[in-house]
């Protein structure tokens, strides 16, 4: 059951349930520890669900701004040591009805119905981590910049599943904590999850603000204690092979150029980079575009060495002339063209009220 806390009470107790949006107060969900990991498989049939925490407080914002949703939503959470499980049912009363035709991951899922899952480790209502599902399981994610702005380059590792039934939908998510900067000594999360009705139009959630769900209108879900990230230790060795071949000269040659990347979390707030002769020839390709105007483009960050915590990185939401800092110069020349990258080193994250960032790069002349 949802509780209430005014803003300037903190956690300290549950009130009484009322209009929080009207009245400034919080609300506030209790989790509870499962000792058995639920399957995902679409099915609430697991004893994780029957002992979880559960919200059915959902209001509209789209059409209606806080009107009574036209179909109704359950929700469970539960953790353990390693995940936050969420558990969604969504009725449906024309379950043939749902749309559900993107199939590919990372793919914009807005004209398909889905749920989506807002974290924000940190409760501070300034950035936080989007985990959407569609009733295929197509999933997509991104991380927040500022309360309101979501970088969708970004991805994690986490998993769901999501089945139609007879009564609806169900989707399941398991979040590692692996994949989350968070403090193990605040028990108390910023949450909120939003559910699209797609051919209604309709946009449901638990809590929102002048129409939006973002980290900077997040309920809060409270008693995650015990969390563990593991060692936080990742590290991906590569090897680039070129086989080039003179037909004029009749020659051929072989050039091998093995690189490193290591990540590591001092703390579970504190994060830590290198990077040896960094290849980026997974990184996706960036789209093609025609600039008509007299302003350079500003193409989004895609590698994985600088989407670590990127959100340390921007800067009062300043997207186009005038940013203070875009790592898409890193590894241009001055003309433009491709610089490798020998080494870099990056140190991110959070300690107390501050964020930290400290980014080091040398590359080749």
Do not use: C
């Not at 506030?28 to 520890?33: E, G, I, S």
């Not at 998510?173 to 994949?179: G, L, N, Q, V, Y």
């Not at 309709?202 to 603000?209: K, L």
């Amino acid at each position: 059951m949802t509780g209430f806390l005014p803003v300037s009470q903190g956690l300290a107790q549950d009130t009484s349930p009322g209009d929080a949006a009207a009245s400034g107060e919080v609300k506030v969900l209790r989790l509870y520890r499962t000792d058995t990991p639920p399957t995902l498989d679409g099915r609430l049939d697991d004893a994780a669900w029957s002992g979880a925490a559960t919200m059915d407080d959902m209001h509209q914002y789209e059409p209606v701004d806080h009107g009574v949703p036209s179909e109704p939503t359950t929700v469970y959470l539960a953790y353990d040591d390693e995940n936050l499980y969420v558990a969604v049912r969504m009725w449906d009363s024309e379950p043939d009805r749902i749309m559900a035709r993107e199939l590919v991951q990372n793919r914009d899922l807005r004209w398909d119905d889905s749920v989506t899952v807002y974290i924000d480790p940190f409760n501070s209502r300034r950035t936080g981590y989007r985990f959407q599902v569609n009733p295929n399981g197509s999933r997509d994610d991104a991380v927040f910049e500022t309360p309101t702005n979501a970088n969708v380059d970004w991805d994690g590792i986490w998993h769901a599943e999501a089945r139609i039934d007879d009564a609806g939908w169900v989707a399941e998510f398991a979040i590692p904590f692996k994949t989350l900067n968070f403090d193990p000594d605040n028990p108390d999360w910023g949450f909120s999850i939003e559910r699209s009705i797609a051919r209604k139009q309709e946009e449901i959630a638990w809590v929102s603000y002048n129409r939006q769900v973002n980290p900077g209108t997040t309920g809060v879900i409270s008693g995650l204690t015990g969390l563990r990230q593991g060692r936080g230790l990742d590290i991906a060795p590569s090897i680039v092979s070129t086989q080039s071949r003179d037909f004029e000269a009749d020659s051929s040659g072989v050039d091998t150029e093995p690189s490193l990347d290591l990540f590591y979390n001092f703390t579970p707030s504190f994060t830590g980079a290198l990077t040896f002769n960094t290849d980026f020839s997974a990184t996706e390709v960036d789209d093609r575009r025609i600039n008509l105007t007299r302003f350079s483009l500003f193409f989004p960050e895609k590698r994985d060495f600088f989407l670590r915590d990127v959100d340390i990185f921007s800067f009062g939401g300043l997207e186009r002339n005038g940013i203070p800092f875009f790592s898409r110069r890193i590894g241009l020349s001055d003309d433009g063209r491709p610089v490798d990258l020998e080494v870099g080193a990056k140190l991110t994250g959070r300690v107390g009220r501050w964020n930290v960032g400290a980014l080091n790069i040398r590359q080749d002349a």
